[in-house]
């Protein structure tokens, strides 16, 4: 990042510290934020525009890509290697992985891409160890595996912190918010919901570092840090599972008491030995679930459905989707469906494109010859 912007930064980070909270500095404070968020994402620009060679390019196969992301040491090598037939260098000493190290899950008839990501450090969103490299390929995946050592669980603060920081949303959705720019006017505050957090005037002095004529429509009840998400290009939402490996090391105990510590601060958790191979079943069926990934059977007309091959989808997807996946000719040449299973209303629904689809429906399509 530009040293002039990282000094910026490092300044306005300075005044938030000192300034205390409270309603008369409340608009202050959040155009701060504002100004933060804007520059870290000016910064962000300038630094890749720069860059020159590759960082961990991997192309994305299968039917979903998952990243394992953690510090150095805590197993993510081995979890890789005993998940997939990768085979990923494995080593008791820190940056065993300098590159990012592809292997493939199948699962539930699935093809999942499990990615064996370098360590991250502290430091890792402002570029240090490559951290930005880890980064961006964090930021490409459907899925973040976040790998803890069972004696580091204050671990899982650093990579949220170096995370949020690189605008990486965990478990979270995208904001409500709709942003109609315009030629004057100024900025317009309207609401849909009562707001709790913010008020007309902060949402205008949030809004001002990133736009000068807007309508802004807020849908739900934000918080001054996820409006400014809603103005800066650079977040993306990724849905995250906590795994804490070498279980095997501790008493039972002390484990239950992790879990329940990371369950009340709403993390989902995955408690494994990857070295044993203790709990992997369980960690497959999490990492499917969190993908939202469905199975549809195909049944050609006047034959019997294939079930050991399904399609794989995603939870919310249509008809039409299912269409595309086989090829845009059956969209386009598409006269209807029939449907079995959880998603009919009856056996051998007669559906159309928009149907949504659930978990092992057996699906018929008829199009024209």
Not at 135 to 152: G, N, P, Q, T
Not at 199 to 205: D, I, R
Request: net charge positive; with cysteine.
């Amino acid at each position: 990042m530009d040293t002039s912007i990282e000094k910026q930064i490092k300044e306005i980070e300075d005044e938030i510290f000192k300034t205390q909270k409270n309603k008369a500095t409340e608009h202050h404070i959040g155009k701060l934020k504002a100004k933060m968020a804007r520059l870290r994402e000016m910064g962000e620009k300038r630094k890749s525009s720069g860059q020159k060679g590759k960082g961990f390019s991997i192309k994305k196969s299968g039917d979903a890509t998952v990243g394992i992301v953690g510090f150095p040491s805590v197993g993510k090598s081995t979890l890789l290697n005993q998940l997939t037939a990768a085979d990923s260098k494995v080593g008791d000493y820190d940056f065993t992985t300098l590159e990012t190290i592809p292997g493939m899950l199948k699962y539930k008839g699935a093809e999942i891409q499990i990615l064996d990501l370098p360590g991250l450090i502290v430091g890792a969103s402002k570029g240090r160890g490559r951290g930005r490299e880890v980064i961006s390929a964090v930021r490409s995946v459907d899925l973040l595996l976040l790998m803890i050592d069972a004696f580091d669980l204050h671990y899982l603060n650093l990579i949220e912190k170096e995370l949020q920081v690189a605008g990486v949303r965990m478990n979270q959705k995208k904001p409500e918010v709709v942003i109609t720019k315009k030629s004057y006017g100024g900025i317009v505050v309207n609401s849909t919901v009562p707001l709790t957090y913010l008020n007309e005037l902060l949402v205008k002095s949030i809004a001002s570092e990133f736009v000068i004529n807007a309508d802004i429509t807020l849908r739900e009840d934000l918080t001054e840090d996820q409006l400014i998400d809603t103005f800066a290009q650079n977040r993306v939402y990724i849905p995250a599972l906590v795994v804490i490996n070498k279980t095997d090391l501790v008493a039972p105990e002390v484990l239950k008491s992790m879990v329940t510590q990371l369950h009340q601060r709403r993390w989902d958790v995955c408690a494994i030995s990857a070295k044993n191979k203790q709990n992997l079943d369980h960690l497959k069926e999490q990492i499917f679930l969190h993908l939202r990934l469905i199975r549809i059977f195909m049944k050609p007309v006047g034959k019997k459905a294939d079930y050991m091959q399904p399609m794989i989808l995603r939870e919310g997807e249509t008809v039409g989707d299912a269409c595309r996946h086989i090829h845009r000719d059956f969209h386009r040449n598409f006269r209807y469906a029939s449907v079995w299973g959880p998603s009919a209303k009856h056996a051998g629904q007669k559906v159309g494109l928009e149907h949504v689809l659930k978990d092992q429906d057996v699906l018929t399509i008829v199009v024209t010859k």
